[in-house]
Nanobody, 114 residues
Framework: AQLVESGGGLVQAAGSLRLPCAASGTIFSLNAMDWYRQAPGKTRELVATITSDSSTAYADPVKGRFTISRGNAKNTVYLQMNSLKPEDTAVYYC?????????WGQGTQVTVSS
């Protein structure tokens, strides 16, 4: 099993990006799915989380700008990022715990230019 992200890239400030992440393979007990990010020289931080019943929570810096959602099949998670700022520049990682294992995606670079 694995998590695979896509959708990163270079965008101007105030622009938008949508990051998809899909869990594949044999999957048991997939509940919450999260997005983290890590900027250069900083520790990895939780950006947003969504539970199996679609309850959501966000880090303060992204509240009102980012939206996390799940696909109909529940094994896919999306991060819609609007009103992007240069300080959102980071590698974004998808995370989920299932099959009694912590899974991380490979990361996708998001760069916001001013």
């Amino acid at each position: 099993a694995q998590l695979v992200e896509s959708g990163g890239g270079l965008v101007q400030a105030a622009g938008s990006l949508r990051l998809p992440c899909a869990a594949s393979g044999t999957i048991f007990s997939l509940n919450a799915m999260d997005w983290y990010r890590q900027a250069p020289g900083k520790t990895r931080e939780l950006v947003a989380t969504i539970t199996s019943d679609s309850s959501t929570a966000y880090a303060d810096p992204v509240k009102g700008r980012f939206t996390i959602s799940r696909g109909n099949a529940k094994n896919t998670v999306y991060l819609q990022m609007n009103s992007l700022k240069p300080e959102d520049t980071a590698v974004y990682y998808c995370y989920a715990y299932f099959n009694s294992v912590n899974y991380w995606g490979q990361g996708t670079q998001v760069t916001v230019s001013s």
